[in-house]
T-cell receptor
Framework: DVKVTQSSRYLVKRTGEKVFLECVQD?????MFWYRQDPGLGLRLIYF???????EKGDIPEGYSVSREKKERFSLILESASTNQTSMYLC?????????????FGSGTRLTVV | KQEVTQIPAALSVPEGENLVLNCSFT??????LQWFRQDPGKGLTSLLL?????REQTSGRLNASLDKSSGRSTLYIAASQPGDSATYLC??????????FGEGTQLTVNP
């Protein structure tokens, strides 16, 4: 089975800190995605990547950046964390551009910014 | 813009009951539809993936159907168990490899 691993389950960071959320997949998937999930707002796409060193903005990219230096790893960066970035962050990957094989999600990172 | 709606938002049933969760989407030009399960505080687990050319998929006690022309999918759960309690999310894949999610149905199965 495809495995998507997010490095931390829970993180607590201070306002203004630079925060790195790491995601690794082990099945050579081309596509990787970062979502955040908030009560009442559902899942919202932050950034995605179709290939190494490629990135595309999702629906809510403000305050975030990403890095994909290797195919298996996709990092989400909060340049200067703010309290409104407290959320559950979910990473996902898929095998083809058309997504014919579906998406696989990681177990999530619960980030609290204080 | 694709919109996905799930009804009901919450459902509470006694153990053993068969149940149906509904999902509707506004743009029928989809590549596939995926049903996920999410336990509290956890990530999403894929349950069933239906390609746009398919009508249904089955896995154990779960059966998902797809009617692309009417923009509807249903997830049927047979003989529900307390362990089925979770939030069920429907998502459709349209152009650009972007999933659009519904808000989910929170299911509680009472012993």
């Amino acid at each position: 089975d495809v495995k998507v691993t997010q490095s931390s389950r829970y993180l607590v960071k201070r306002t203004g800190e630079k925060v790195f959320l790491e995601c690794v997949q082990d099945m050579d998937h081309e596509n990787m995605f970062w979502y955040r999930q908030d009560p009442g707002l559902g899942l919202r796409l932050i950034y995605f990547s179709y290939d190494v060193k490629m990135k595309e903005k999702g629906d809510i990219p403000e305050g975030y950046s990403v890095s994909r230096e290797k195919k298996e790893r996709f990092s989400l960066i909060l340049e200067s964390a703010s309290t409104n970035q407290t959320s559950m962050y979910l990473c996902a990957s898929s095998a083809t551009t058309g997504g014919s094989y579906g998406y696989t999600f990681g177990s999530g990172t619960r980030l609290t910014v204080v | 813009k694709q919109e996905v709606t799930q009804i009901p938002a919450a459902l509470s049933v006694p153990e053993g009951e068969n149940l149906v969760l509904n999902c509707s989407f506004t743009d029928s030009a989809i590549y596939n539809l995926q049903w996920f399960r999410q336990d509290p505080g956890k990530g999403l687990t894929s349950l069933l993936l239906i390609q746009s050319s398919q009508r249904e998929q089955t896995s154990g006690r779960l059966n998902a159907s797809l009617d692309k022309s009417s923009g509807r999918s249903t997830l049927y759960i047979a003989a529900s168990q307390p362990g089925d309690s979770a939030t069920y999310l429907c998502a459709v894949l349209t152009s650009g490899s972007r999933l659009t999610f519904g808000e989910g149905t929170q299911l509680t199965v009472n012993p």
